[in-house]
């Protein structure tokens, strides 16, 4: 509660979510056993990567988006049928369902026999014969059409686990968010996460499982103005109780992570509120038109910034951009040449 007031009311908050959605999603991938480095994910979210992007840097990039979804829309988008169908990366397959025509009835038309003509009679019952089985081919031209295309020919079974089951397991845990209404809001989205990990409900995204007890959170009214970065807080929580085989450990480990991630958040704050003071104080006599601020605002929504990240947000020439991070007091983090960065001190 405390982090979420000063997000709300501080000249840093817009700065502080941004921050904390980039850390959440490193976090998240640590979580998961994957590593990326902070300075690729500024990089390729600017579109300016400095190589071939990796496919841990693609989810990374991926939970970035997701949270900044999740930020613009309604707080309970998230948990219902489309946004749970989005968040999953289902929306592409659902747009492309097949849509296949219904049997067309065979008209058949019969010429009345008569007494006097038997080969009329006769081919009569042949017309009859031939109409029944051009509407049985139809009919079966149309089923096969409707059958499972084999695995190498469907993409979705190239990318999903047809034994999965993952819409029972999600159906499942829907169940489970109904019923922990009644518990105190925390607790109910650490029930949430629990069972979404335990039970692995996403075959590809079980970094979902916090996005979505987050955005449970903020649903509560727990965090109305920020999304908790909740796997920088289960970083902090060493791996034995997150994975623990008692289910009442990993409850205590997950509520010991919302802690520590608001902790986290908090020594954040304080932290780009002395950066700010300290930058703005090289505002002063700058002309009305000086970019500096500008500038400042970027440092301090951004982990690290480059000359070509400033250079593009600013809308100045690469040396321009050189120009003004010379005039504040920034850290160099990277000192590889041309892909040089800096960040606050």
Known sequence: MRLDERAARS????????????????ASLWVDGELVHMEDLVFHDARMDTRTPTHELTIAHLILRSRRELVQREPSWAFSDL??????GRDHWLSQEM???????????????????????????????????????????????????????????????????EEARLAEWQTLLGDVQALPPVLAAACLLDAWQSQEVSEHSPWLGRLLAAAYLQKAGVAQFHLPALSVGLRAVPREQRQSPNRTQRLLAILEAFEKGAQLGLKEHDRLILARGNLERRT??????????????????????????????LEVTPQGALGLIRQLPLRELTGRGRYRAWGIL
Do not use: C
């Open 284 to 313: 002063i006599g700058k002309r009305g038109s000086s970019k500096l601020p500008d500038l400042i605002d970027l440092v301090l929504s951004r982990p690290l910034v480059s000359a070509g990240l400033v250079a593009k947000y």
């Open 99 to 165: 849509t296949l025509p219904m049997p067309q009835a065979t008209s058949v038309h019969e010429e009345p026999a008569t007494e006097g003509s038997v080969d009329d009679a006769f081919q009569a019952e042949l017309d009859r014969f031939d109409a029944v089985l051009k509407r049985s081919e139809t009919v079966l031209d149309d089923v096969g059409k409707m059958r499972v295309r084999p695995r190498a020919e469907d993409p979705q079974a190239v990318v999903y686990d047809p034994d999965w089951n």
């Open 83 to 88: 946004g749970l169908q989005r968040l999953r």
């Open 11 to 26: 000249a840093v908050g817009s700065g502080l979510r941004e921050r904390l959605h980039y850390a959440d999603a490193i």
